[in-house]
């Protein structure tokens, strides 16, 4: 039986790449992301491909897309969590309220909401269990200039991840953490160009290929639930993160 994975933030930069890794693999993907039309340019017409546009910070919006992933296949073997926003760098006192509710409303409710449809569905299913895969960040370690928004929302996704690894023991649910660093996305594409330093200055950074990501995912969700990658960084060699500030 082929297994099947949600993916949130499907529609573009690591969802994109890891979503045609999983595809190419012969998975069953859900494509999520609030616009349909760049999600169906990730399928590509692939038919183990399920297009399901829905809001991962609106909880009804949530359960009817698990419930139609669910419906689509019988059951739901893993979740990439993985779609998140960012914030032009400021202090904190120059970023909008409203830009940091609207930001933890994707990168800490609907990680939460998703890892909460996705928790409840394969603790009922049988075989009972399933793995969730969060996407932390290199931020879950350490900040970059003026992202306090950014960094709280990616240290949130830590303890996400701890306390799903603990609570899912109990029903086969494995959850494990990817901390990435500099992947070659329309996000991170400014850092090619130069970005703000600890140090002040203003410096480009190198970066890597999404695909590296995209296939440490899938190499985290083809282990065996007996076995599990509990956090993993994967980023561009010469960032400046080993040392940052």
């Known amino acids: 039986m082929r297994q099947s994975i949600v993916i949130t933030g499907a529609g573009s930069g690591i969802g994109r790449a890891t979503a045609r890794a999983f595809l190419d693999a012969g998975w069953r993907v859900a494509l999520v992301g609030r616009r ?3 999600l169906r340019e990730t399928a590509n017409g692939d038919p183990n491909a ?8 609106d909880p009804q919006a949530v359960e ?12 739901i073997d893993a979740l990439f969590n993985n779609a998140g926003i960012f914030l032009k760098g400021a202090p904190i006192d120059e970023i909008p309220v409203e830009d940091w509710l609207a930001l933890s409303s994707v990168n800490i409710t609907g990680m939460f909401l998703c890892a909460r449809a996705a928790f409840a ?9 399933g793995r969730i895969i969060n996407n932390g960040s290199i931020s879950a370690h ?15 996704i830590t303890g996400l991840t701890r306390s799903l690894s603990l609570d899912g023991r109990a ?16 996000m991170a594409a400014p850092m090619a160009q130069g970005v703000p330093q600890a140090n002040g200055e203003i410096a480009a950074e190198p970066l890597m290929d ?36």
């Open 36 to 38: 349909e039309a760049p």
């Open 50 to 57: 399920l297009i399901l546009p829905f809001d991962v910070s």
């Open 64 to 75: 009817a897309g698990f419930d139609r992933a669910v419906e689509s296949w019988g059951r």
């Open 121 to 129: 569905r394969m603790r009922r299913q049988d075989p009972q269990g």
């Open 142 to 156: 350490v900040p970059r200039w003026g992202s306090s928004p950014y960094t709280t929302s990616k240290h949130a």
């Open 171 to 186: 029903f086969n649910i494995a959850c494990g953490q990817v901390d990435v660093g500099n992947a070659l996305t329309d």
């Open 210 to 245: 999404a695909a590296h990501v995209a296939s440490t995912v899938l190499h985290m969700a083809t282990l065996p639930l007996d076995a599990n990658v509990q956090f993993v960084t994967v980023m561009a060699t010469a960032m400046p993160y080993i040392g940052r500030g």
